[in-house]
């Protein structure tokens, strides 16, 4: 057999075993939610955590496969984060974002499907549903069905009222 044909047929267990494991584990985290009661939001973010992950690990597995020298893929690697870092700190906002980020993911009282009410001013209010809560913005959907996205270092700054249905 050709050396290419072990390479693709190398390449296509990798895949399949990347769809296994997104599949299962996207079930082993829909029971684990139903179980526990976890919120739908940490359940989101874990399978999209869990699925970029098992995403580079078959990538990476990939390239050594089709004899991709692993200095050149660990350079080209660390060439990217370097200019990710450099972005970052010359943009303090998307930092800030991000941080964020983190701490609605661990410590807010807001998740998704909430209907909140945002306190902007004394008498300005802007109601809806969280509908996304992203790296850098937290998106609501309002009764009249438009969309605002709200930055993360944004919305944990203001007052919001969590509107609780009985």
Known sequence: MDVTYIKIIESLVVAAIYLVIKISSRK???RTMTTKLIQKARGKIVKK???????FVCVTVILIIWGV???DVALYIGSILTVVG?????????LSNVTSSVI???NHNVKLDDTIIILEAKDYEIEGRVSDIGLFFVILKTPLGEE?????????????KKKITM
Do not use: H
Request: glycine share 0%.
């Open 49 to 55: 955590v869990i699925n970029l992950t098992s995403l």
């Open 69 to 71: 020298n692993q200095s």
């Open 28 to 30: 082993v985290i829909d």
């Open 86 to 94: 450099v972005a970052f700190f010359a943009q303090w906002s998307i």
């Open 104 to 106: 609605i993911f661990f």
């Open 148 to 160: 605002i996205s709200l930055p993360n270092n944004v919305f944990i700054q203001k007052t919001i």
